[in-house]
């Protein structure tokens, strides 16, 4: 299964959560390549120091990584999903990787999760993250329109992370700015890729207009959609 959203849609919570529900593995892309940092070089003998340099400015930037660099990522989990199952979360991103994709792996069912732009922006202004073990939260109420999204805050302490005890910040490329050009180039990518997957009939399309509260109505879509296909 492949999981698409644009960033900042709650992707990794639902995915966390959908992992745990359908007993399959989740892999990031975005996740990982936030671990590319040259305190982390060692761990990661993929690339050499300058393809870790590039990465870096690149995720700073709120760019998106190229084929090459991701391809090389995603390959050794691919391998070991065609046993395990696997959610793949922000893979892929054009319509080559897509295509290196199906040469690689079955691929069951799309599912894209989406949220209206300007609903989806407030939201990503009001991310924070653990410092220390990057547990996501959310400060952002939204309730208009039909949609009634909660903060998702921690269960102790207002500001501060439930695991490890430390005041959750910002993440640096959490800036308005950053935010609209992340937007603006995911929705220029992805366009054609989910036009492709929808023709296809593998396409999956959720919009979570309670944020949290509606994941048992999405595991539901998921799951309708997997047996419907198995019928057909
Ligand atoms: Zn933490």
Redesign the pocket.
């Known amino acids: 299964m492949i999981l698409f959203g644009p960033p900042g849609v709650g992707k990794s919570v639902y995915c966390s959560m959908l992992e745990k529900d359908l007993g399959l593995k989740q892999f990031s892309t975005g996740e990982f390549s936030r671990f590319l940092r040259p305190a982390n070089l060692e761990q990661n003998k993929m690339f050499n120091h300058e393809e870790v340099l590039d990465i870096e400015s690149k995720v700073k930037n709120g760019e998106l990584l190229n084929d090459e660099i991701i391809n090389k990522i995603v390959k050794p989990r691919l391998i070991e999903a065609q046993s395990n199952g696997i959610i793949l979360d922000g893979f892929p991103r054009t319509l080559n990787q897509a295509k290196f994709l199906s040469e690689n792996l079955r691929i069951d069912m799309m599912f894209s999760i989406s949220l209206r732009q300007d609903i989806l922006i407030r939201k990503l202004i009001g991310r924070r993250i653990?410092?220390?073990?990057?547990?996501a939260y959310n400060i952002v109420t939204i309730n208009e329109d039909g949609y009634d999204i909660p903060p998702m805050l921690p269960k102790n302490n207002p500001c501060q992370?439930?695991?490890?005890k430390?005041e959750?910040i910002q993440r640096h490329d959490d800036v308005q700015e950053v935010i609209e050009k992340r937007q603006l180039i995911y929705m220029d990518q992805m366009k054609d890729i989910l036009d492709y997957y929808r023709e296809s009939g593998l396409l999956c399309e959720f919009e979570p207009k309670k944020g949290i509260n509606d994941y048992p109505k999405m595991l539901d879509a998921v799951i309708e959609f997997v047996n419907k296909r198995e019928v057909v």
């Open positions: 653990c410092p220390q073990c990057s547990q992370c439930d695991n490890c430390v959750f």
